[in-house]
């Protein structure tokens, strides 16, 4: 799964836009116990409940919120828990971003900068973490890897295939409206000599210049649809288009720059020390993931993360603009348990896993040492009990390990529309859910934006996980998997789920039928804790 992609993509840039208005959408304010019940009565979310809608409460504040705020009011006020280090294996972390100040890992037994492996793990100035990906930042997903070995006769290959060439050919039909977006947002940029601008610089411009005056067209029609933040859109439209042409799909091109040979295990100290990447804009989504955890809480800066003190981030760059492969997956895992991390944060996702064998057994080492591993569950609206999204804990329909929990997301408003539309689900695969629509946290260069997909939820349920694993260190990482998914509010009501929006009672979208409650979660901790 390439995790940047805008969510918003259709077949059209103004439906794509029309879809992803920044407009609130109401949030129910009644008794959920009434949720069936008509007429409901509805009120706007406001801006600041928004930005940090995971810490609410549905009964309280009738949004489906994780009750964090309730978790320190009422329960966590006056207790001091353990240092917890959380891994983040993504694609990669602003490690000096105002914001997760205090909160970044630091490996005490190297030297930085000194060009020698210290602690002898095999890692030389690995000082925050490790970097898998070494100065790379795009790949091929892994269909388009499996089609670049050739046909070998097998349905894996004709499946990849078949896809392939639909994905390149509804992309490549896309392009020309692209194309001409980007040169009329090129054209604007140049007349107003500024990159930013609003609708009313564009309706503001007067030309007899035709060209100007096509180009100003497009680009009030596009502003107009899609709102405040147009330009933001248009980016990740235009990014993601040219992104999988060139690279996603492209099986010409080759984003492999470590010199390792991901075919094979038998190298496994490659890449560097460098967790920010070659390029730190590129880490967006591994900052945004941090920053949910662990972003300072109350400081007025940017959203609350879960975890408000006791937490060190690792980060372990090992996912890609393109599909990670299952190698740097696999040491990813080994390295954040090696080094201390008792929770770990998966935020990726794929179709395909040549080499799923090496991930389930990092996995099973991951549970051999107490580790908690969380995992988006995925965003192409499927049913991942027959469609997986890869990695998985299952092999033959039985589970590996009981260390792997896999988190389905969240939207903000209560009802039939509670599953986000993007979201994976599954009664066997699926755990549990949590808030992953229109998350407010850091990206790089001390900049805070929403995204939303199960990568958001995910770091919300492993906050939950790290808070646990905090207070109450006695008890497994399977103990707290489990304290999550049975300590959960259960949903009782119809929600609408895939692309064909069909309707199903929220219990059979996961395996506990429940959403994420750390309030629920942490009594339940202390109940365990101390039989």
Not at 178 to 207: C, E, G, N, P, R
Not at 505 to 511: L, R, S
Request: charged letters at 25%; hydrophobic letters at 35%; aromatic letters at 8%.
């Amino acid at each position: 799964m390439r995790i940047l992609k805008p969510l918003f993509i259709s077949a059209t840039l103004a439906l794509a836009l029309s879809s992803c208005s920044p407009k609130l959408a109401p949030v129910m304010s009644t008794n959920p116990a009434n949720i069936d019940k008509t007429p409901l009565k509805t009120t706007p979310l406001k801006e600041a409940d928004l930005k940090r809608w995971s810490d609410l409460d549905l009964v309280k504040d009738t949004v489906p919120g994780m009750s964090v705020d309730k978790a320190y009011k009422e329960f966590l006020k006056g207790k001091k828990g353990t240092k917890i280090i959380v891994g983040i294996v993504d694609s990669g972390l602003d490690i000096d971003h105002e914001d997760l100040k205090g909160k970044i890992w630091t490996n005490k037994k190297e030297i930085p900068g000194n060009n020698i492996d210290d602690d002898k793990n095999g890692y030389v100035d690995d000082v925050h973490g490790w970097n898998f990906l070494g100065e790379a930042t795009n790949e091929n997903l892994e269909l388009t890897r499996i089609v670049k070995k050739g046909d070998d006769g097998s349905a894996t290959y004709k499946t990849a295939k078949a896809e392939l060439d639909k994905k390149f050919g509804e992309l490549s039909q896309q392009k020309p409206q692209v194309d001409m977006i980007s040169k009329a947002d090129k054209d604007i940029k140049a007349y107003l000599k500024k990159d930013k601008y609003t609708i009313a610089d564009l309706k503001a411009i007067t030309t007899t210049d035709a060209n100007l005056s096509k180009s100003k067209m497009i680009m009030t029609s596009i502003a107009t649809q899609a709102g405040e933040g147009f330009q933001d859109e248009i980016k990740s439209y235009i990014d993601y288009i040219y992104d999988q042409l060139n690279y996603n799909l492209n099986v010409n091109f080759n984003g492999r720059k470590t010199g390792d040979n991901p075919e094979n295990m038998d190298s496994k100290f490659y890449g560097n020390g460098n967790v920010k990447g070659p390029d730190v804009e590129d880490a967006l989504h591994g900052t945004h993931v941090a920053g949910i955890i662990a972003q300072i809480r109350g400081n007025g800066l940017g959203g609350d993360g879960v975890v408000d003190k006791n937490v060190e981030i690792m980060a372990v760059r090992a996912v890609p603009n393109g599909d990670e492969y299952d190698k740097d997956i696999a040491l990813a895992i080994r390295y954040a348990v090696d080094n201390g991390a008792k929770v770990i944060n998966g935020s990726f996702g794929k179709d395909y896993s040549p080499h799923k064998e090496w991930v389930w057994d990092a996995i099973k080492y991951a549970a051999s040492k107490d580790v908690l591993f969380v995992h988006a569950a995925g965003n192409d609206s499927k049913d991942v009990d027959t469609e997986p999204n890869f990695p998985t804990d299952e092999m033959n329909g039985a589970e590996i390990s009981d260390n792997l929990l896999t988190i389905g997301a969240l939207n903000y408003e209560y009802g039939s529309k509670l599953v986000a539309d993007f979201s994976n689900f599954g009664q066997k695969n699926v755990d549990v859910f949590a808030p992953g629509v229109k998350i407010w946290a850091t990206i790089p260069n001390n900049k805070y934006v929403y995204e939303q997909g199960t990568s958001m939820a995910s770091p919300n349920a492993a906050g939950v996980a790290a808070l646990i694993r905090s207070y109450y260190p006695s008890l497994t990482a399977s103990q707290v998997k489990h304290i999550i998914m049975d300590s959960g509010t259960p949903i009782t009501t119809t929600v609408m789920v895939g692309e064909s929006k069909t309707q199903v009672p929220f219990a059979t979208t996961c395996v506990s039928g429940k959403i994420v409650n750390a309030y629920n979660a942490l009594l339940m901790a202390e109940q365990m804790s101390k039989k």
